[in-house]
């Protein structure tokens, strides 16, 4: 039992080492869904988000090896736009993170040099090219529902869609079929978990989803990443949205453009006011209620937005790791929520312009 609980405990001295290396470096590290997140971009990042072939898929770090450890080892390689270190909640990694380069030259470098690389623990690090297979086909999807209106909901009930198309498939040629575009592999592999229930629970509607394509070369490879990513917490569901075709989408103020957001602006509730300032709709009022705690030790709360400017309420959910106190536990889930809203707003607001 003793040695059950060491191994669950945080080793003080490496997260001491962690706090002074952040401060030391000016290293924000930023908690989301599960994971730890430094980058996307970087600080004084120019130029666009880099693309397919980027990132390396990590795996077999000592559960109690942080960012101090690892950031440095890959940035000798080159610019790192984004490290991803999967996390639980007792404060421990998962034991596999990911990390995305400039180009694909030096994400290939990065296997080349550092697979069965030896960190000062003494453990050796497995690292090879992430999968990153981003598209996944949807069948059975109602034949009467618009690409836009796809878009939407897509949008609301999971995150990092690009874009999707339709088309129409099977042995007749009837069956309509779509191919949905994710910002990364973790987005999709997320969606392909979660987007049939949530289809049967806001619509009652059954559909299919599955890789748009799976290479016999990538396949060993991303089965091995996927059961990796299953024991991350799923991305929570958003509230029911009106079912396509059968309720109109509520109206919106014109002046509402979703503008961009001030670079010093320090949070997401800080960003919310300021777009809500700026476009004349007031300032945003936020309810918070606990919901649940998950087997994984996340706090699930409920939350409501309320915007003058806008007809209706924004409802929706949030996870967060536990907090020291109920004020600072309300601040992270009003941070989740603002960001959330944030997302949607700028959604709409390009669909808008379309």
């Not at 629970?201 to 490879?221: H, L």
């Amino acid at each position: 039992m003793d040695d059950q609980r060491s191994q669950q405990d945080v080793n003080p001295e490496k997260l001491k080492s962690l706090v002074e290396w952040t401060q030391k470096n000016d290293i924000i590290l930023t908690q989301v869904n599960g994971q730890r997140k430094y980058g996307g971009p970087p600080p004084g990042w120019r130029g666009a988000v880099p693309g397919a072939g980027c990132e390396v898929f990590i795996s077999q770090i000592p559960r109690d090896t942080y960012e101090d450890s690892l950031i440095p080892v890959f940035q000798s390689i080159g610019t790192l736009f984004e490290f991803r270190l999967m996390m639980n909640f007792s404060g421990q990694n998962r034991g596999f993170a990911y990390a995305k380069y400039c180009d694909p030259h030096t994400a290939t470098s990065a296997v080349l040099t550092l697979n069965n690389y030896r960190l000062a623990e003494g453990a050796c690090l497995t690292v090879r090219k992430s999968t990153e297979k981003r598209q996944l086909r949807l069948g059975e999807i109602p034949a009467n529902i618009s690409q836009g209106e796809l878009l939407m909901v897509l949008r609301m009930l999971s995150e990092g869609v690009e874009d999707v198309s339709l088309k129409l498939a099977g042995p007749k040629g009837r069956e309509l079929v779509a191919l949905v575009n994710y910002a990364s592999h973790y987005a999709a592999s997320m969606a392909k978990k979660v987007l049939v229930q949530a289809f049967k629970q806001q619509f009652g509607i059954s559909i299919t989803v599955k890789w748009a394509f799976v290479s016999k070369t990538s396949s060993e490879s991303t089965k091995q990443e996927d059961s990796h990513l299953s024991s991350c917490p799923k991305p929570l569901h958003q509230p029911a949205v009106s079912p396509p075709r059968l309720e109109p989408q509520p109206s919106r103020p014109d002046a509402f453009c979703a503008p961009d957001v001030p670079k010093e602006s320090p949070d997401s509730v800080s960003q919310l006011e300021w777009m809500c300032k700026v476009s004349s709709m007031g300032t945003p009022q936020y309810e918070v209620r606990f919901h649940h705690t998950s087997p994984d030790g996340f706090l699930y709360f409920s939350y409501k937005v309320v915007i003058p400017g806008l007809p209706l309420p924004l409802f929706g959910c949030a996870q967060v790791l536990p907090e020291t106190g109920p004020r600072a536990m309300k601040r992270e889930v009003c941070r989740a929520a603002a960001t959330q809203v944030i997302q949607n707003m700028r959604k709409v607001s390009r669909l808008q312009a379309i």
